[in-house]
């Protein structure tokens, strides 16, 4: 069998590791901090299941959503409460936690919590916010913006090498097609691996449509959300990005793009056994 692209290893926190062909690491939660009983709930689940299946977890919730599309819509709880319950998720739980930032002011908060710092796809040019981030020494998880090439990730990273962080994983999520909707083309996933980078395969948010509100039925397909997943494991990635919530429909942001959390459990053992064949030819 085809030998995959070998990326760089990230150390996480000193248990956890990533890149370097290992295992794939699971980063999951909601979409944003709704409420710190959501939060602890959604992440002793998370834990329970990862645990059972047998894969790294890294915890995610933003405690902010600044690109939404009504002045209306609920944006989050901001820095200060949402790094308080993302305190509490890493030491209740013992897992790493990742949260975004939208603001160079940001970084340096986030810092102080979070094991990963992650960047929205539409910030991920903007150079004042790579310098903020990269000095704060954290991995960063940087999202690929859908309207940039595979191998146009590697002008972002040598920002971050400038600044003195090489630390850095890209996340596919889609390229826009048309007016509304990411396509993902997965040939990205081995251009941005051969340069040496991690790479993390968001199973989510292509499945939204863009323009829709994220609480209309309408407006996103989450029955896809298991192909997309099963598809980048097969070809070949670091992480999967999943955002998951115990009832979508209710969610506070991208409702209609999340995967419910009871039918996690069943896709990562599909998951694990693929993405297991597909670094080691070992099929369970």
Same mark, same amino acid.
């Given at each position: 069998?085809?030998?995959?692209?070998?990326?760089?290893?990230?150390?996480?926190?000193?248990?956890?590791?990533?890149?370097?062909?290992?295992?794939?690491?699971?980063?999951?939660?909601?979409?944003?901090?709704?409420?710190?009983?959501?939060?602890?709930?959604?992440?002793?689940?998370?834990?329970?299941?990862?645990?059972?299946?047998?894969?790294?977890?890294?915890?995610?919730?933003?405690?902010?959503?600044?690109?939404?599309?009504?002045?209306?819509?609920?944006?989050?709880?901001?820095?200060?409460?949402?790094?308080?319950?993302?305190?509490? @998720?890493?030491?209740?739980?013992?897992?790493?936690?990742? &949260?975004?930032?939208?603001?160079?002011?940001?970084?340096?908060?986030?810092?102080?919590?979070?094991? @990963?710092?992650?960047?929205?796809?539409?910030?991920?040019?903007?150079?004042?916010?790579?310098?903020?981030?990269?000095?704060?020494?954290?991995?960063?998880? @940087?999202?690929?913006?859908?309207?940039?090439?595979?191998?146009?990730?590697?002008?972002?990273?040598?920002?971050?090498?400038?600044?003195?962080?090489?630390?850095?994983?890209?996340?596919?999520?889609? &390229?826009?097609?048309?007016?509304?909707?990411?396509?993902?083309?997965?040939?990205?996933?081995?251009?941005?691996?051969?340069?040496?980078?991690?790479?993390?395969?968001?199973?989510?948010?292509?499945?939204?449509?863009?323009?829709?509100?994220?609480?209309?039925?309408?407006?996103?397909?989450?029955?896809?959300?298991?192909?997309?997943?099963?598809?980048?494991?097969?070809?070949?990635?670091?992480?999967?990005?999943?955002?998951?919530?115990?009832?979508?429909?209710?969610?506070?942001?991208?409702?209609?793009?999340?995967?419910?959390?009871?039918?996690?459990?069943?896709?990562?053992?599909?998951?694990?056994?693929?993405?297991?064949?597909?670094?080691?030819?070992?099929?369970?």
């Amino acid at each position: 069998m085809m030998e995959l692209p070998k990326t760089r290893e990230i150390r996480i926190t000193g248990s956890l590791t990533v890149g370097g062909n290992r295992p794939f690491t699971l980063i999951a939660g909601p979409c944003v901090i709704e409420s710190r009983d959501l939060v602890l709930s959604v992440a002793e689940r998370l834990r329970s299941i990862a645990d059972r299946v047998g894969i790294p977890l890294i915890f995610k919730a933003s405690f902010w959503k600044d690109n939404r599309s009504s002045a209306e819509f609920f944006r989050g709880p901001g820095p200060e409460e949402g790094l308080r319950i993302l305190e509490e @998720v890493k030491r209740t739980f013992e897992i790493p936690v990742l &949260t975004d930032v939208h603001l160079p002011e940001q970084a340096a908060l986030a810092a102080e919590v979070v094991d @990963v710092i992650q960047v929205p796809a539409f910030l991920c040019m903007q150079t004042s916010l790579t310098e903020a981030v990269a000095q704060t020494g954290k991995p960063v998880n @940087v999202k690929k913006g859908q309207f940039l090439a595979p191998e146009d990730v590697r002008h972002i990273y040598q920002k971050y090498v400038h600044y003195g962080n090489p630390h850095v994983m890209f996340t596919e999520r889609g &390229t826009a097609f048309g007016y509304h909707n990411l396509v993902v083309d997965f040939r990205s996933l081995p251009t941005i691996r051969s340069m040496g980078h991690p790479v993390v395969m968001d199973a989510t948010h292509p499945v939204r449509r863009y323009g829709v509100p994220s609480r209309d039925p309408r407006g996103g397909s989450p029955e896809l959300i298991p192909y997309i997943a099963r598809a980048g494991v097969a070809v070949g990635t670091d992480l999967v990005f999943i955002e998951t919530h115990p009832d979508p429909p209710s969610a506070l942001s991208d409702a209609s793009s999340m995967l419910p959390l009871d039918h996690l459990e069943p896709l990562l053992v599909q998951l694990r056994d693929l993405d297991r064949y597909v670094k080691t030819g070992a099929w369970t």
